[in-house]
């Protein structure tokens, strides 16, 4: 269906003019004007993090970040998608960390720039999902992992709290290793225990 002419907004997406009804994302606004879709590359949904954008609206000073698919397009918005950062060097094995009392450790040796964390905020600033992400890598720095991992539940890895780090802290890998920890070194929820018993029990089918 046609979209009225006076829903259509103009805004300006990787420094190219684009008119689009006000109800698309700005990802869908890019398809709207023509732009190629290519199949695969992202989920569409806000989970995947793949579409990070820099955002100014109109009138607006301050510059936000966002993800394309989630953001509706408005009128005098500029966007820029961003480009993924560079990978984090950050490699562990949890088989390799004995037991819990050694994780606290363990974590600052694998992530060393955690404890130079200034506070600033820029992390929980940048991040789309509204998570608190300094508060989430002074948790973990602290070996309140359980506390720390909880935070990041919400996190779709789009790396944006990385980004806005000027102590190249990755806030978004100290969360994953705050749960994959907790997980690994804690007694599993009984709803997920129970239903793994099913499964060995042959009481439930996995459907593929
Ligand atoms: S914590 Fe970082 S990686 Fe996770 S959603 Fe927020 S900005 Fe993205
Ligand atoms: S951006 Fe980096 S230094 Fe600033 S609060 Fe977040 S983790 Fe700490």
């Given at each position: 269906m046609t979209e009225p002419a006076d829903n259509l907004v103009k805004a300006i997406i990787n420094g190219i003019e684009v008119q689009a009804p006000s109800n698309l994302s700005v990802i869908q606004?890019?398809?709207h004007a023509g732009y190629p879709r290519v199949k695969s590359v992202g989920c569409m949904e806000g989970v995947c993090g793949s579409c990070r954008v820099l955002v100014r609206r109109a009138g607006a000073r301050e510059v936000t970040t966002e993800l394309g698919c989630e953001l509706l397009v408005e009128e005098g918005m500029e966007v820029?998608?961003?480009l993924f950062p560079n990978p984090t060097h950050h490699t562990y094995q949890l088989d390799d960390i004995p037991n819990s009392w050694e994780v606290q450790d363990r974590f600052h040796h694998i992530f060393p720039e955690a404890?130079?964390?200034?506070?600033?905020?820029?992390c929980t600033t940048a991040c789309p999902k509204g998570i608190e992400v300094e508060r989430g890598v002074e948790l973990a720095a602290k070996?309140?992992?359980a506390e720390?991992?909880?935070l990041f539940v919400e996190c779709v890895m789009c790396n944006l709290c990385q980004t806005g780090c000027p102590e190249t802290i990755a806030p978004n890998h100290v969360g994953l290793f705050?749960?994959?920890?907790?997980?690994y070194f804690h007694i599993r929820p009984s709803n997920l225990i129970n239903r793994l018993e099913r499964l060995r029990r042959g009481e439930m089918q996995v459907v593929e």
């Open positions: 606004a890019l398809w820029n998608f961003l404890a130079h964390c200034r506070s600033c905020g820029g070996g309140k992992f720390a991992g909880d705050a749960r994959r920890v907790t997980a």
